[in-house]
């Protein structure tokens, strides 16, 4: 009888590592960490729509092409040397085109290499500030022509005649210019000349040696003694007129015109 009761015992312990079995079963309710891949595959998008921008740059290619089209504008070209009434012979560097005050404007660049300065000029009123082309070669002979003439001094003070001379600097006009040249003129048996008649002299017979080189295709050095050239073959002046000069150009501009009158009485008679 002891015997039989003891055999369910060890059958009831067998059964219970079977229920245990249904724990290991609940682990799959872990799977719920899933979910992480949509995530990361969201970000992904975004880049796509940040790389459309990038082919923007490509507007300014345009401006690009007008540049190159403006190469001549009212007859005169890039490269060209032309007198500007004010400073004299300059090259045209450029065509160009700029926005002022919501408005586009044609400049021609002039650049004064001697002056070191660069200057812009609209290309519509080119006309109104006198800029032309070079002389001639003919109109260039006939300056130097004039050259050799006999100095020519009107009846007025030093101030009056030192604006017309340089109303003719300005005027852009070559045979004007050699016309101040000639008149200012002093050989080296002459006095020296009063400080203001030297700028005068020196500002003409830059602007007119400038010229002349650049048609001529040589230096200044050599154009201001071909200038020099013509001016000895112009008559001189006899000592009593020197003197009377040089007395009117000491004046410079003062109320009294004894020196000036008398200056003019000599040159006419000679």
């Keep these: ?33 899933a979910p992480k891949a949509p995530v990361a595959a969201a970000p992904a998008k975004a880049p796509v729509a940040v790389a459309k921008p990038a082919v923007k740059p490509a507007a300014p290619a345009p401006k690009v092409e007008e540049k190159k089209v403006v190469t001549q504008r009212q007859g005169f070209k890039a490269n060209e040397f032309v007198v500007y009434p004010a400073h004299g012979v300059g090259q ?31 290309t519509a009123k080119v006309a109104n500030v006198g800029m032309r082309k070079l002389s001639e070669p003919a109109l260039v002979k006939k300056a130097l022509e004039t050259l050799k003439g006999r100095a020519r001094v009107k009846r007025t003070m030093w101030s009056r005649r030192a604006q017309e001379y340089e109303a003719k600097i300005n005027s852009g006009d070559i045979v004007a210019i050699a016309e101040v040249v000639r008149d200012l003129y002093r050989s080296e048996s002459q006095p020296e000349q009063s400080y203001s008649e ?18 001529q295709h040589s230096t200044e050095t050599e154009a201001v003694k071909e200038i020099e050239a013509q001016l000895a073959k112009s008559p001189r002046r006899t000592g009593a007129k020197t003197e009377a000069a040089d007395g009117e150009a000491d004046a410079e501009g003062e109320t009294d015109e004894t020196d000036g009158d008398g200056t003019t009485v000599a040159d006419e008679a000679a």
């Design 92 to 122: 045209i560097l450029a065509i160009e085109e700029q926005e002022i005050a919501g408005a586009k404007l044609e400049l021609f660049v002039i650049n004064f290499i001697k002056d070191k300065m660069t200057l812009r000029v609209p």
């Design 1 to 33: 009888m002891p015997n039989k009761t003891a055999k369910p015992a060890v059958k009831a312990t067998v059964s219970k590592p079977a229920a245990a079995k249904p724990a290991v079963a609940k682990a799959p309710a872990a799977k719920p960490v």
């Design 198 to 215: 030297r700028q005068l002299y020196e500002a003409a017979l830059d602007r007119l040696s400038r010229e002349i080189a650049v048609v």
